[in-house]
């Protein structure tokens, strides 16, 4: 099918990855994370039946993320959609905010903080949360966004080395010596949304900033493997965590759904800097293609079953061998970017594949939502991830396919629907 504007996108029907089927799987998940809402403000982990224990913590990045997703359901009219955005918004304005020493505190429980560092990764969902209620249209997440911003420039922001520090004590005043390229990836994304959501081009510049380092030092002279770990002067660390190798925020080793998701944001930033219209840089697509090719090499059904392996060591060899379930929607979202930038069928090829496996393995038609985690038979597994904390990455998936590409899913939401490409959803 050729979308207006030239676009093109999935089929119409209801086979995995068509339109009917990506509009009934995001309403479907978009149900089922309204069990992450948490009693003492904002949201929380949900088990494998989508029931949140309220004596656990509502985290940030969780509150940060469903935030975000229920900004993009209010914007398709899921009716829920606008309450929980509240929820997620008042959260952030109170109690997990620092008062006293300014930004958020990664959890907080009945008793208030329960830790107190300042992380970076936590504060950008913070800023993604805000610019997509703002691009939804919420009343306080103008003053939200800008109070983060003013936070993430002040505190996080490193003008010197064009990149964010990772960690602060509660009171801003010691850093931990590890940097992360985790954490700037998805500061990439915050600050693309934030652009997006206020036309500043600070945000817009500092994204590229980002990306370009990345890319230019830390993917290219390596293989286009990306190395993430660092000292706090950006000198790798490639043994970092060689004994803990599955660790869910910092593994060993090349992450290779972080090479696709990496792919992807390269051509978000594309977009914001003109695109097709000639302002982005052709650089940005062509490494896009590499990061591709190298995670689809090194990841996709390289130990005798389909499923993308969760990291490889520097020399493209499994190290961890759980498919997770982000890592498969990444494939697809960076697939499906691929495909709408360049036009090329050799990434369109890829996305019925990659939606027959989630259909196959990984939506989990019974409790709901998909599951986190499969060992390397495809078998639902728990070793780095239990329960079904995260609808975020499997609601862009759901939606990419069907948007234009822009410098944030929440800008691309909205245009799509005021264009008449995407239709609000029929609940």
């Known amino acids: 099918m050729l979308e207006r504007g030239g676009r093109s ?32 403000g904002g949201f929380g ?58 930004g958020w505190y990664p959890e907080v429980d009945s008793g208030g903080p329960a830790r107190t560092q300042k992380e970076f990764y936590q504060h950008a969902f913070v800023v993604l949360a805000a610019a997509s209620a703002h691009v939804a249209q919420h009343p306080n997440a103008g003053e939200l966004l800008a109070d983060a911003l003013q936070v993430v420039d002040q505190r996080f922001w490193s003008e010197a080395d064009g990149m964010v520090v990772e960690t602060w004590d509660e009171l801003f005043t010691e850093p931990e010596p590890y940097r992360g390229v ?29 990306t370009t380092r990345v890319l230019r030092e830390f993917a290219e002279p390596n293989g286009w493997r990306i ?33 696709l998701e990496w792919s992807r944001l390269c051509l978000h930033v594309h977009a914001a800097l003109g695109g097709a219209s000639g302002g982005g840089p052709s650089w940005l697509v062509d490494d896009a293609r590499q990061l591709f090719d190298r995670a689809v090499r090194d990841g996709w059904a390289v130990d005798g079953a389909d499923g993308f392996v969760y990291t490889v060591d520097w ?5 961890v061998h759980q498919r997770m379930h982000w890592v498969l929607t990444e494939g697809i979202g960076a697939a499906t970017t691929l495909a709408a930038v360049t036009g090329e069928e050799s ?44 609808a975020y990455h499997a609601l862009q998936a759901t939606l990419l396919p069907r948007i234009p590409v822009r410098a944030s899913v929440a800008r691309a ?3 799509a629907l005021a264009s008449g490409d995407l239709a609000p959803l029929e609940l």
């Not at 700037?184 to 959501?197: C, Q």
């Open 45 to 102: 982990r949900q088990d494998d039946r989508g029931m949140l224990d309220p004596s656990g913590p509502a985290e940030l990045w969780i509150t940060g993320r469903m935030t975000h997703c229920f900004a993009l359901g209010t914007l398709l009219g899921h009716p829920s959609s606008p309450g929980l955005v509240h929820h997620g918004v008042s959260a952030l304005r109170g109690r997990m905010r620092d008062g006293q020493h300014g």
């Open 227 to 259: 190395a993430e770990h660092f000292d706090s002067d950006w000198n790798a660390l490639p043994d970092y965590n060689r004994d803990r190798p599955d660790d869910p925020f910092r593994p060993y080793g090349a992450t290779v759904g972080h090479g």
């Open 182 to 210: 985790n954490a700037a990836m998805h500061g990439v994304e915050a600050f693309l949304a934030a652009f997006d959501a206020t036309g500043d081009t600070l945000w817009r510049d500092r994204a590229l900033r980002m």
């Open 9 to 40: 996108g999935p089929e119409l029907g209801n086979r995995p990855g068509q339109v009917g089927w990506l509009a009934k799987e995001t309403a479907r998940l978009l149900e089922f994370a309204e069990g992450s809402w948490h009693p003492l």
């Open 315 to 319: 020399d493209g060899k499994p190290v």
């Open 413 to 415: 939401v909205r245009d």
């Open 347 to 390: 990434y369109r090829r890829w996305c019925p594949i990659w939606w027959d496996y989630a259909d196959r393995y990984l939506i989990d038609r019974e409790l709901g939502s998909w599951h986190h985690e499969l060992d390397r038979h495809n078998r639902p597994s728990a070793t780095v991830w239990s329960g079904k904390p995260d």
